[in-house]
């Protein structure tokens, strides 16, 4: 079946350096999507990216979905420690019939150290 | 708006036992799904369900179920409970447009077994 696979698992920066998370799956994706989840909460929605090559920024976040649609990427410029999480990218897969499913990466966990 | 609402929040039980869980998704949500996270495995995929129909399954044994009511409100049920089933179970609610997904998916907050 498809896999989304996230790296790196795990992430500590300083307060002030930028962080990076990449996701890749083994199958086209139709769009995918971008959550957070602080330590004890629930994953919140971030963003979804449709078009291929698509950038989207928020603040300090900037999002990109690859050109073939199989990869994306989540960039924080200088990290807060209000940045502290896990997040997690999930992909839609292939041509959008409207029974499939939202795979999840397993999701990088970030620490800020102040 | 009310969030998604999931009952109960933390619940303890002992193996052989059986679990009921409730989601109440947010108001003209008709999608529900529930996932099962574990700190190994991240977001488990259990199922979705749309119009009280089963839409998707994942790959979990038999022991898992789960149903939708005519309100859109799911319950999924853990029978035989084992020790690996210790998880936060995550209901998450989406807007249908059509047969699609229109995408984001609303998390409740999750209710937490421990199986002891």
């Known amino acids: 079946g498809q896999q989304v696979m996230q790296i790196p698992q795990y992430q500590h920066v300083q307060e002030g350096e930028d962080f990076t998370t990449y996701c890749n799956s083994s199958?086209?994706?139709?769009?995918i999507q971008w959550y957070k989840q602080r330590p004890g909460g629930h994953p919140v929605f971030l963003i979804q990216l449709v078009k291929s090559g698509e950038v989207k920024k928020q603040k300090r976040l900037t999002f990109q979905f690859g050109e073939a649609k199989k990869n994306s990427s989540l960039h924080i410029t200088a990290t807060q420690t209000t940045d502290v999480g896990t997040y997690f990218c999930?992909?839609?897969?292939?041509?959008?019939?409207?029974?499939?499913?939202?795979?999840f990466g397993k999701g990088t966990k970030l620490t800020v150290n102040p | 708006k009310a969030g998604v609402t999931q009952t109960p929040r933390y619940l303890i039980k002992t193996r052989g036992q059986q679990v009921t869980l409730s989601c109440s998704p947010i108001?003209?949500?008709?999608?529900v799904s529930w996932y099962q996270q574990t700190p190994g495995q991240g977001l488990q995929f259990l199922f979705e369900y749309f119009s009280e129909t089963q839409r998707n399954k994942g790959n979990f044994p038999g022991r898992f179920s789960g149903r939708q009511f005519s309100n859109s409100r799911s319950e999924m049920n853990v029978s035989t409970l084992e020790l690996g089933d210790s998880a936060l179970y995550l209901c998450a609610s989406s807007l249908i447009r059509g047969q699609a997904n229109t995408g984001e998916l609303f998390f409740g907050e999750g209710s937490r077994l421990t199986v002891l």
């Open positions: 108001s003209g949500h008709r999608s």
């Open positions: 199958t086209t994706l139709s769009n």
């Open positions: 999930a992909g839609l897969p292939g041509v959008q019939g409207g029974s499939e499913k939202l795979v």
